[in-house]
């Protein structure tokens, strides 16, 4: 799960940078926990398919008769 620490920060500098600005290690620190942010939701979303997947193929060698799944 997305850390709610890292939505946190994300939004300060997103919030900073409309107001205040960004230093060039502040836009560093952006881009990267953006980056991380969408590899975790990335990660998160393969997750969930991968058992959606799963649980069909399951329940479907479970409730037939069908010959797809030999």
Known sequence: ?????????????YYKAKTTGLNPMEKE????????YI????????EQL?????HDIYHHRHSCNCENHH
């Open 29 to 36: 620190e952006q881009e990267k926990l953006r980056r991380e």
């Open 50 to 54: 991968d058992n959606a997947k799963n």
């Open 39 to 46: 590899d975790e939701i990335k990660k998160e979303v393969k």
């Open 1 to 13: 799960m997305v850390k709610k620490e890292l939505v946190m920060r994300i939004n300060e500098l």
